[in-house]
Structure formats: structure tokens, C-alpha cells
């Protein structure tokens, strides 16, 4: 079992910047593969970006060039930075974690609202 927690959301201005951070409750090392998904208001949660045990990244379309995600794997951390923000970035913002196995788990999330 791993429970992971999210923090860093907020209310922020178009144009802003926010850095979300997930602290997992054991080694995100031995994950498969950490990523951030999120939860746009009466939407399907989608794919933010995910990062590997090698550092590889991928984000989806309508983040790439403004969001990266990171990971310290001393401290069982993953970030994701974001910039240029923008109304529809509006979410629910999760943390992902897959194990080699299949096995996954969520946070419980954290509320990212863009809006002058």
C-alpha cells in the first residue's frame, strides 16, 4: 500500500505560476512510473504528465512547454511546476503512482482554480 499526498494547490491569477508537490509514503524509487493527472469540473480525469525511473517525461499536448515534473527520490517526492497558467488548467490535480506490477494508487488530490 502507498498513500500519497498532494499539496501546493491553489487560487492563482492567469499568467501565474504554482508548484504542486506529492509526498508518497515509501520509496517512489521502486515505482514503475509516477504521474500527475487531473480533474477539469464536470470532466474525465486526464493525463497531466508522467516522469520514470530513468527521468523520461511525457506530458499531454495542452501542458507541454508550460508544466514539467520532477522527482527526488530521497526525499519520495514528485513536483510539477506549473507556469503560464490558464483558466482551463482548472482542476482537481492527482498524484499517480504505478508499480512494476500493475498496482496503482492515488492521492486524494489538490484544487488548482485559475481566475482573475
Known amino acids: 500500500q502507498v498513500q500519497l499526498a498532494e499539496s501546493g494547490g491553489g487560487l492563482v491569477q492567469p499568467g501565474g505560476s504554482l508548484r504542486l508537490s506529492c509526498a508518497a509514503s515509501?520509496?517512489?524509487?521502486?515505482?514503475?512510473?509516477m504521474g500527475w493527472y487531473r480533474q477539469p469540473p464536470g470532466k474525465e480525469r486526464e493525463l497531466v504528465g508522467r516522469i520514470g525511473n530513468d527521468d523520461s517525461t511525457n506530458y499531454a499536448d495542452s501542458v507541454k512547454g508550460r508544466f514539467t515534473i520532477s522527482r527526488d527520490n530521497a526525499k519520495n517526492m514528485v513536483y510539477l511546476q506549473m507556469h503560464s497558467l490558464k483558466p482551463e488548467d482548472t482542476a482537481v490535480y492527482y498524484c499517480?503512482?504505478?508499480?512494476?506490477?500493475?498496482?496503482?494508487?492515488w492521492g486524494q488530490g489538490t484544487q488548482v482554480t485559475v481566475a482573475s
Open positions: 515509501r520509496s517512489i524509487f521502486s515505482s514503475y512510473r
Open positions: 499517480h503512482y504505478l508499480q512494476s506490477n500493475g498496482l496503482a494508487y
